[in-house]
């Protein structure tokens, strides 16, 4: 079965620390992976994508993520954080199954702390 | 990125009644457009898959005669909660998409429903 996890519920972080969010995933072919950020009563905002190329993958705010294949992961990463960061992340793969629908990771919660 | 159009933000409604929500891509032709459902503090659910003049495929334990989706147009797709309960009081995204390989979704800003 296709899936994507992200083993942790939530990461706490200082502001101006680096920030990682882990996202490994399970998919047949090659993946299209994808990190989307949801604020509070919000839709979700997409971040960037790995498709094919540089595994390391930069996207919008600052973040970016690095595609390792043999670890199936696809972590997010920033170098410092910022207060304004904290808000849920998800990890997504898209799949075609006949047309592409996307698969969600559970969720992240990022806190970063002044 | 494109822009995807979600109307309303929030909806109150009184149990028994029926809602609809609309999704609208606003500056690309979406081939397909998904509804998903999120309980708080957790991920989302795929309730359904629709494509432009076609019925919609739902994901396995949502009911299609509560949940019916229209999807008339390339730009618009509508989900309407059908004799609303309590239970269905949830926050409902949805997202639009092309075909195109490798290419991502865009997300509508979700729309609050609460079945009193």
């Known amino acids: 079965a296709q899936s994507v996890a992200q083993p942790e519920d939530q990461v706490n972080v200082a502001e101006g620390n680096p920030l990682t969010v882990k996202c490994t995933y399970s998919?047949?072919?090659?993946?299209?992976l994808f990190w989307y950020v949801q604020y509070p009563n919000r839709g979700l905002q997409f971040l960037l994508k790995y498709i094919t190329g540089d595994n390391l993958v930069k996207g919008s705010y600052g973040f970016e993520a690095e595609f390792n294949k043999s670890q199936t992961s696809f972590h997010l990463k920033k170098p410092s954080a910022l207060v304004s960061d904290s808000a849920l992340y998800f990890c997504a793969v898209r799949v075609n199954t006949g047309g592409f629908k996307t698969i969600f990771g559970a969720g992240t919660r990022l806190f970063v702390k002044a | 990125g494109a822009v995807v159009s979600q109307h309303p933000s929030w909806v109150i409604c009184k149990s028994g009644t029926s809602v609809k929500i609309e999704c609208r891509s606003l500056?690309?032709?979406?081939?397909?457009m998904f509804w998903y459902r999120q309980f708080p503090k957790q991920s989302l659910m795929l309730m359904a898959t629709?494509?432009?003049?076609?019925?919609?495929?739902?994901e396995q334990g949502v009911e299609k005669d509560k949940f019916l989706i229209n999807h008339a147009s390339l730009t618009l797709s509508t989900l309407t909660v059908t004799s609303a309960h309590p239970e269905d009081s949830s926050f409902y995204i949805c997202s639009a998409g092309t075909d195109r390989e490798g290419t991502e979704a865009f997300f509508g800003q979700g729309t609050r429903l609460t079945v009193v």
């Open positions: 500056d690309f032709q979406a081939t397909t």
């Open positions: 998919v047949s072919g090659n993946p299209y």
């Open positions: 629709s494509n432009e003049g076609s019925k919609a495929t739902y």
